[in-house]
């Protein structure tokens, strides 16, 4: 499985709705992940979806006292060569200032997924470096996707599964996502980051990822085909194969 690209969504306002300003190129089977993080108040995330409302998400709520962070996950999207994505809330938002992120993943050619675990328990307070609640695989290859926001301090040094994700997406408001592709299996592990004094919240959802005999022995690496934003950081690795050792 391979990171295509993200797009994101902003907003300093009491907005009930978000749309990105910019689109993506939705390939049939394509996986999409959503995070997003309004103080609902009494509300909540009704829809993660295409503005046409196509392509609509599962949503994964996990409201707490204050942030609210859900997620929304796709299996396998319709086409869509302009999808522009869209959040909608049951209400205004009850603090100024939201966001969304949402994620595109493709699987090579064998790989089926399936949703895996998630959301981690609700994991929000007060305090230093937010830190989701733990989850695990049911299969040896998965991709796991985090979020992380505090209201009052910047995010770094973030870690999946105790290392550096693969990937960082950074938001516009101290609001950031972190994915990895396991080809391991992974047992208790969280997403966080550290940062100053603040209102935080954090979260996690896991996917598995089922490999059959034939599929491609090597990932192919597809990031520049569609073009992205936010600022993401990637590391490379290799991918076991189906009939021994590479």
Known sequence: MDFIASVQAYTSGYDSSLEASSTLNILAGDVL??????????????????????????LLDSSTSGRDMTIG??????????A?????????????????T?????TAA???????????????????????????????DSLFVGGAFNA??????????GSAPDGVITGTDDFDLGYSVFSTSQSNITYGAS?????????????????SSGGSLLPINRNWE????????????????LGGQL
């Open 195 to 211: 940062s100053g004094q603040g209102v935080w919240v954090a979260q996690m959802i896991g996917l598995d990822i089922e490999v």
């Open 226 to 241: 569609n073009g992205f934003t936010g600022n993401v950081t990637r590391k490379c690795s290799f991918k076991r194969s």
């Open 84 to 100: 522009t994505m869209k959040v909608t809330l049951s209400g205004a938002a009850n603090t100024a200032g939201w966001e969304f």
């Open 152 to 161: 009052n301090a910047a995010l770094s040094n973030h870690l999946l599964g």
């Open 73 to 82: 996950y796709l299996l396998s999207a319709a086409a869509s060569s302009a």
């Open 33 to 58: 992940v959503m995070i997003t993080n309004p103080d609902a108040g009494t509300g909540s995330v009704t829809s993660m979806a295409e503005d046409d409302e196509s392509n609509d998400l599962t």
């Open 102 to 106: 949402c994620l595109q993943f493709r």
């Open 110 to 140: 064998g790989e089926t997924v399936t949703f895996g675990s998630g959301p981690a328990s609700n994991n929000s307070g007060w305090g230093v470096n937010p830190i989701s609640g733990q989850l695990s695989t049911t299969s040896s």
